[in-house]
Every structure is written in C-alpha cells, then in structure tokens.
C-alpha cells in the first residue's frame, strides 16, 4: 500500500473488515486473496502508451511525435492555447556522448509540434544535476544554438522562486517539497528524459526525470538529498505531488550498462510517448528487456499512479516484440541484477 494513495482500496479494506470476516483464519485467506487481485487488476488503472519508429536524429522527428500524439488522441483540442513546459535530461552533458542527455532535435521537435498545436508557449526547463554553468550545459549538450534558432526559453530550475508543496503521498521522510513556481504556473509538463538503465533505479526514465525538476540550490548537486532519503520513495513522490501530463522518451539511442552518465551508447531508434508516465516507463522497461515489476518505483507505482501491466497498457504503433532491444545489465549493479524480463 502507497501512503495516502488509494482512498478506494482503503475503503474496499473497511468495509471488508466491517463484515467481521478478518476475524477467522478464513477470513485472512479471503483477504489475502484480495489482496492478490487488487494487484493483479491495478485498482483499474489503464493507459495507451505509442512506441514509433526512429532510425536516427535526421528523421522527421516532428512528424513522428505529431503522429504518436495523434494515436494516443492528444491533439488540438488538449494544448491549444496552453503553455507547455519541455522538462529534457541534461544530466551532465559531454562532447561525444549523445546517450548521457536529451538529443537536442527531440526537444525542438516536441517544441515544434505543440506550438503546431496551438499552445500558446513552449518552455524548455532543467535543473541539470551535476553541473552549474547553465550556458556551459546548453552549449555542451547542444542545446544552445537550437533554442536560439527556435526563439524558444531555457530557464534553469536550479536557481528559481520555489514554494513550499506538503508532500501527500508521504513515501520519503519529506513533509514538504520546494517546487519551482514555474512548475505550479503551467499547463502542461511534459517530461522528455534519455532511455537508459541506472547505477541506483534499474532504469532512468519519465518516472525518475523529475528529480531534474527539482532545483539544486536547495537540493543539492546531484540532488542528494533525494539520494539519502530513497530514490525509488522520491521519484513516487515527486511524480504524485508534479502530476506531469505527458512524456516523451528519446530511445533513438539510449544508455545501457552503468547509467546514468558512465554507460555505454545503445541504439534502439525509437520514440516513446503517453499520458501515463509509469505506462509510458513500463513499456520502455520492455523495450530494454527489463521486468517493470522488478523495478522497485515502477512497481510501487502499479495500480496507484498508474498500470504497468501489459495487459492494462494499450499499445499504439509499434510492436513491443518487434522493436525490443536488450540494453546491457550489470551484475556488479545491485539495482540491475535480477530484472531482466
């Protein structure tokens, strides 16, 4: 059970109890399969994620993101007129090394196809968790020279306004987090992280790009205050305080092996985007060939924050089977050994 998360299935629990049927060994049994079946059917949480195709960054990335957008039915009606905040991962950006961050073309891509939608502005907004010098960071992922070409804003969440949000899914030991008030004043968030496995998480994704929202000058460089608290209760979190409205995963290539800036480059060529962020990082978790419900956040977040199963996950677009890539697990890694699917 997530900590004042499912007031439904707390509700199914009283009114089990007030039959008076926990009270008898039979009663446990009952109740443990009830138990049982709740995770199983993930309190009725279902979500359509799109996996497209993209051999490589000179696709026309545009096109794909507006024709996922399209099957999974986010079209004009949903953004027209609101303002989108495009949350990428710049980690600690390094010259050659294209699987540490968000390529810069996804982000402008995603920029492009939301203002063709009709918002009113696109942001692009990171707090990278390593380093400090924001024009440094734009410059050596990338990023620089497409924002300025696109007239698109950077704001660096690292040195913001924040206000104080009471922490109500209560994982960690946070009772408040300091969120950015740009956070609290746009329509949409769209995380957009790298698909890569990690050193603590098992894997990186949507999920665990929100530690990047987070600014370091309260949180530290990496953020270490989330990494002695738990990463898995704080990435759950984060994700239930924020509520992000959609994702978009840049596995065109990814990162496998000791993420998430030390592994190697895995190319995959694919795009993965929905409106349900743990459906979305599921689904990637496949694509890499790795058990969601062996990661330990993914698996907390089942039938709370949103489903995982594949059954309750609406596939668009590609097949699963036909475009999964195995990224390189290390045994040495404690967080990766033993999830592959």
Not at 3 to 22: C, M, S, V, Y
Not at 29 to 50: N, S, T
Not at 171 to 180: G, L
Request: net charge positive; proline share 6%; hydrophobic share 45%.
């Amino acid at each position: 059970m997530k900590p004042g998360a499912k007031q439904e299935a707390e509700w199914t629990r009283r009114k089990f109890l007030a039959t008076g049927a926990i009270g008898t060994a039979g009663g446990l049994l009952v109740y443990a399969g009830f138990e049982r079946i709740h995770a199983l059917y993930e309190d009725g949480k279902r979500a359509d994620v799109c996996v497209a195709k993209a051999g490589d960054y000179g696709k026309p990335l545009k096109t794909i993101i507006l024709d996922g957008m399209a099957a999974l039915g986010v079209g004009a009606a949903d953004v027209s007129g609101k303002r989108i905040l495009l949350k990428p991962n710049f980690v600690e950006p390094e010259p050659n090394r294209p699987q540490i961050v968000t390529h810069p073309l996804v982000v402008h891509a995603a920029a492009e196809a939301f203002l063709s939608l009709g918002a009113a502005e696109v942001l692009v907004a990171e707090a990278a968790g390593h380093r400090r010098d924001t024009v440094l960071i734009l410059e050596t992922a990338g990023m620089a020279d497409v924002l300025r070409d696109a007239k698109i804003r950077f704001i660096d969440l690292n040195y913001v306004d924040t206000v104080a949000v009471p922490n109500t899914a209560g994982c960690s030991a946070m009772r408040t987090f300091e969120v950015p008030k740009l956070l609290r004043s746009v329509d949409w968030i769209v995380s957009m992280p790298k698909m890569k496995t990690h050193h603590w998480a098992g894997v990186t994704l949507s999920m665990k790009n929100l530690f990047g929202a987070m600014p370091g000058c309260v949180y530290g460089w990496p953020k270490n205050v989330f990494h002695h608290l738990g990463i898995d209760n704080c990435i759950l979190d984060l994700n239930a305080m924020l509520q992000p409205h959609f994702a978009i995963v840049d596995g065109i290539v990814g990162m496998e092996g000791d993420g998430p800036i030390m592994g190697d480059a895995k190319h995959a060529g694919l795009l993965v985007m929905g409106k349900n962020l743990p459906a979305v990082d599921a689904t990637c978790a496949r694509l890499m060939g790795v058990n969601p419900l062996k990661v330990p956040h993914l698996k907390q977040a089942s039938g709370w924050l949103g489903p995982i199963r594949e059954e309750h996950i609406a596939q668009r677009g590609e097949n699963i089977r036909d475009v999964a890539v195995k990224f390189a697990l290390l045994d040495k890694v404690p967080a990766q050994r033993g999830i592959r699917l």
